[in-house]
């Protein structure tokens, strides 16, 4: 369990930084460069990333709470929100992208959220546990450098950009129902 918890502590702690000791993210940014700086970035990211998934990967199943088996289906609900709200956040804004504020931080807390209702063993709720308190601390940053000035979103393109974003992520959500999630992560999600 240790590197599950090594890889949690690098992968959201780097991505705080800037919330939490902006003084020392903008020097790195200056000392290095914007673009050496993301390139540096992008490569711990990774490796915080594959120590999460492998640190879950061999960390043991110690059950904490046993979910109703009602959670299945309400994870499964949630879901198909969260990545619609993730193709979202990739695409030009449209009224999904601009009434969330933040799609991809709203995508991974129901991601977390659903994840939690359903899975109750130890690893499960450090992994998700985490991946929650990141994106709501995420998102009350971002909310306070919006009132400050320091951040300003993207304005609304066009609604056509909610129909691919619907539309897209209804067919990304059935293959990851459907095969996806029991291939790439190796439990299939739909109730027995």
Not at 27 to 49: E, M, Q, Y
């Amino acid at each position: 369990m240790l590197i599950l918890i090594i890889g949690l502590i690098i992968f959201p702690v780097l991505h705080l930084m800037p919330t939490f000791a902006p003084r020392q993210h903008d020097a790195l940014v200056a000392r290095f460069g914007a673009n050496r700086w993301r390139g540096i970035f992008s490569v711990i990211s990774l490796i915080g990333l594959a120590l999460v998934v492998y640190g879950y990967s061999i960390s043991p199943f110690i059950d904490v709470w046993y979910p109703p088996k009602g959670m299945t289906h309400l994870t499964l609900t949630l879901m198909l929100f969260a990545v619609i709200c993730l193709v979202a956040s990739l695409m030009p804004a449209g009224h999904i992208a601009t009434k969330t504020k933040h799609p991809m931080v709203l995508s991974v807390k129901i991601w977390a959220l659903a994840h939690l209702l359903s899975n109750g063993d130890l690893r499960s709720i450090l992994l998700f546990g985490t991946f929650l308190a990141w994106g709501v601390i995420t998102r009350i940053s971002l909310k306070r450098r919006e009132r400050a000035g320091l951040l300003t979103r993207a304005p609304f393109v066009s609604a056509k950009y909610d129909l691919y974003a619907v539309v897209i992520g209804l067919v990304a959500y059935v293959a990851i129902v459907l095969k996806l999630h029991e291939l790439l992560i190796g439990v299939s999600p739909l109730p027995m």
